[in-house]
């Protein structure tokens, strides 16, 4: 699952479809090579959901730096850093 920024998921969306493919999984009637698609793209939707928390856990942080006025404020980018 090859995505760009600009179509990159939200986190909501991203964990939603990482839901359904361990509902999927969990099951056991997937064939092993689409068990393995799964797996691949359940990867990189895991890879969003933790790249969309930590910016969240980043933006918390200059907001409380920012209350406390002990660093200037920042601009927020809401796009997620794939690795």
Request: proline fraction near 2%; glycine fraction near 4%; charged fraction near 35%.
């Amino acid at each position: 699952m090859t995505k760009s920024k600009a179509t990159e998921l939200s986190y909501e969306e991203a964990l939603e479809k990482l839901e359904s493919i361990v509902t999927k999984m969990e099951d056991g009637d997937v064939p092993l090579a689409e068990l393995l698609t799964q797996f691949e793209e359940g990867t990189q939707l895991l890879k969003q959901c933790e790249s969309h928390l930590k910016a969240a856990e980043l933006r918390i942080e200059q907001l409380k730096r920012n209350k406390d006025g002990s660093d200037s404020f920042e601009p927020f980018e809401t796009t997620a850093q794939e690795d």
